[in-house]
């Protein structure tokens, strides 16, 4: 157990929904993560925060949208959902060194498996 | 951007060593991840090299070669719960971390 919580677990929704994912860091951790996989495209990057301010982008769609609150959850906000959305959406967090520009260790969540019929 | 090849399968049985490895291209580089993730569960870190060379962790270790965009994680001892697939990860200069597609081994009786 890495100490991240991702919910929920499974999500199934349908094309054009949208759909919210959160993540709760580990006791300590500034910046969380964001991660998609998929079977044909493997783990990437989406978006990074770090005590509430993006740090870092990666290949988000415009579709997506994240945040981190005070109390340093985080939530990803999915619209207009597509077949090709259908993932493992994975959260990590890390402690933020260097002001979230570091190289610390990112510790995943179980992550949140999304089906868009 | 990022380029990272790594095997997609390997095969090996209980008590064998496995070597996987890993080449990566990339714009500026902060240090390789290694991760293992069994089938539907996050990936969990195993190892981080920065410096050319090796670095022991019990029955895995991980080397680094900068020059040659090259590194490897050596499992020994296999055991059946070693069976998953195996990330590498680079992180770039701007502190992103991009992942290989993934090595599945599978360790046989």
């Known amino acids: 157990d890495s100490g991240v919580t991702q919910t929920p677990k499974h999500l199934i929704t349908a094309t054009g929904q949208r759909v919210t994912l959160r993540c709760s860091p580990r006791s300590g951790d500034l910046s969380v993560y964001w991660y998609q996989q998929s079977l044909d495209q493997g783990l990437q990057f989406l978006i990074q925060y770090y005590n509430g301010e993006e740090r870092a982008k990666g290949n988000i769609l415009e579709r997506f949208s994240a945040q981190q609150f005070p109390d340093l959850h985080s939530e990803l906000n999915l619209s207009s959902l597509e077949l090709g959305d259908s993932a493992l959406y994975f959260c990590a967090s890390s402690p933020g060194l260097a002001g979230g520009k570091g190289t610390d260790t990112q510790y995943f969540g179980p992550g949140t498996r999304l089906t868009v019929l | ?109």
Not at chain 2, 26 to 53: C, I, K, M, R
Not at chain 2, 67 to 93: F, R, W
């Open chain 2, 1 to 109: 951007g990022q380029n990272i090849d790594q095997p997609t399968e390997m095969t090996a049985t209980e008590g064998a060593i496995v070597q996987i490895n890993c080449t990566y291209q990339t714009s500026g580089f902060n240090g390789l991840f290694w991760y293992q993730q069994h089938a539907g569960e996050a990936p969990t870190f195993l190892s981080y090299n920065v410096l050319d060379g090796l670095e022991e962790k019990g029955r895995f270790s991980s080397f680094l070669s900068r020059s040659k965009g090259y590194s490897y994680l050596l499992l020994k001892e296999l055991q059946m719960k070693d069976s998953a697939s195996y990330l590498c990860a680079v992180m770039s200069n701007d502190y992103k971390l991009s992942f290989g597609a993934g090595t599945t081994v599978t360790v046989r009786a």
